[in-house]
Every structure is written in C-alpha cells, then in structure tokens.
C-alpha cells in the first residue's frame, strides 16, 4: 500500500490533536445548581454503620456478606442532561469481595422505573486498600430510558472504611469552543477512516463482492462508534430483549457482554475483509491498519456523548482483526502448501 506511510502520518498528528484538546480545552460549564440535597439513607445491618452530614460520609464494614451503604435519591432530571459528579474519597483497609465489583465505590445509579440500568457508566470511583483524600470527577449522561437516579457511597459485599466529602452533583452542557473542536475532530476523523477505506477498496484489482463486503465493515464500525451513549444502550437493551425471547439461556452463556461480542465480530469480518482484497500486502501492513482503525474509533469515543473509550475495547477489536486477517492468510496459503 503506496499510502500507508500517509495514513500512519494523518494518524499520528489527529492523535496528538485530539488528546491535546481534552487537555487545553475546557468541554463543560455549569448550568445550574447542585442537585445533591444532603438527605442521606443509611443501611449498615450488624456491626456495620455509617454516618452521614450534609457533605460528609463515613462508612465502615465487618461484614463482607452485609456491607454497608449510604444512598440519597436525586430530584427529578430530565433526560439528556449531563452531570457533573465530584468528590474527595479515602479508604482504609479495604478488602475486595468475592466479585469484581465488590469493593468501596461511590456511584451514580439510574433507574428505568423497573430495575437499575447497570450497564450504563455509573463509577466515580471504586477504590480497595488504603488510600488518602483523592478527588475524583465524572460525568453523567441522563438517558431517555431514566425515571429516577439515586447517589450511593457504599462497601459492597467488602470490609474496611469509606470516607467520603466536598460532593457536588450540578448539570452541566458544552462550551461553544468545546463544541467547534468536537466537530472538527470528529470531522477529521471521518475523513482520516474514508481515506483509509478508499485506498484499501482500490489497491488491488478485486471483485465487487468483496469491495461491498470491506465497505460493509468499515461503516459498520463507523457507525457503531459514533452512537450517542443513550442510543448504544437502547440498541443494547433491545437486541438483548429479542435473545431473551428467543432464548433465555443464550444470553447466560455469552463470553463476553454483547457490545464486547460486537466489537470482535465486526473487526474479525474487517480483517477477513482487508486480507481478501489485499493479498499482496505484508501481514504487519495488514495489522496496521488494523490497530489504526481500533485505537481511531476508540479515541474518537472521547468527543461523543455518554461513550467512554476503553483500552481494553482497543485490544479486543484488534485481535478480533488480526485473527480475521490470519485465518484468511491460512486460506489463502493452504492450497500452495499441500501442491508442493
């Protein structure tokens, strides 16, 4: 490919770009007052307590089986707001539970009117061990599907000490220079991913089945990546729904949660696609374009509203094209290999 060393080139500067805006440039402004009212639950069975003032938690926990938590229910928010959550957390001798998710955290959890919506982003901080005062900030995208949210500080199923002060929760929206930047980026992205395409749909003289099928994956990432967050999970939620009214088991045996299985697959059918229309590459030219394209969609994750680029995301999406790419390689080389 005579334009890799160009792609590799435009990939480089949109990076540094991109991540030198999130620095210097300052996304959201207060619009409004804190919604954190100070009127705090308290649930700590046993020998477990908590105490809580306006501002200020404490919690502490014998128990891993009970935990202990202190939770506050938030006025009524209306959808496609985002929250501004911060404050400063300490820990002492924090023992993690049996599960991941079984430690101290403070978290902001929406509802639905039925159940809690889990897979949203929740976590402003969730800590094990000894720590001193930390601040910490996140920000919260209210989504079509939320009737209430509530603020919860708790050790989860987990033993030690949670410490909690200088809470504010207030809504927030985006500033006109944030939002001129966001377009640009996200625009220079868009045309960093078509020039990718274009140069790999024409380096070698292919069939069109093929050409459809390497478009096909390209924009299905494309527009996977640049869902609004409340728009990924309805999709989630839905697809989800229709499974379980296929079959509730098959949910229960999925590897990985759906987005993740999504991720995989559709980089698996990019690098079976990118191997069949350029046989003549070099396999690291190949997996090239490849991480390009896992780390590109992720960063561009940074300017899209409710989504969280992870590396984790990064590293799933590549191997689901290096394993695309190899498995078409091993095709492709097979035949030679049993003629000689």
Known sequence: MPLLKTHIAVFVVLTIITFASLIWIDRYQQIGPDVLTGHWGIWAPGKNWADASENELALFSTNPQAGVSVQQPLPAIEPGTVLLF?????????????????????????????????????????????????????????????????????????????????????????????????????????????????????????SMLFRAILAGAFISIVIGTSLPGYLKTSVIYEVEAQIDDISPVINKVMPWELSKLWHACVFLLLGSALALMIKKAPLSQLMTIIIMMAAGTEMMQLFIDGRSPLVSDVFIDAAGGIVGIYFIRRLQTKPSTERS
């Open 86 to 206: 911060s404050a400063e957390v300490k820990c002492d001798h924090v023992v993690r539970g049996k599960k991941p998710w079984n430690l101290a955290r403070v978290v902001l959890v929406q509802n639905d009117g039925q159940k809690d919506l889990w897979n949203l982003p929740l976590i402003l901080t969730a800590v094990t061990g000894t720590q001193d005062w930390t601040f910490y900030r996140n920000f919260f995208y209210i989504t079509t599907q939320t009737r209430t949210a509530r603020v919860i500080a708790e050790l989860h199923q987990s033993t030690g000490s949670l410490q909690v002060r200088n809470m504010q929760l207030y809504p927030v929206h985006e500033t006109e220079i944030y939002l001129w930047v966001k377009n640009i980026i996200l625009f220079s992205w868009g045309g960093f991913f078509l020039l990718l395409v274009g140069s790999c749909l024409f380096a070698e003289k292919r």
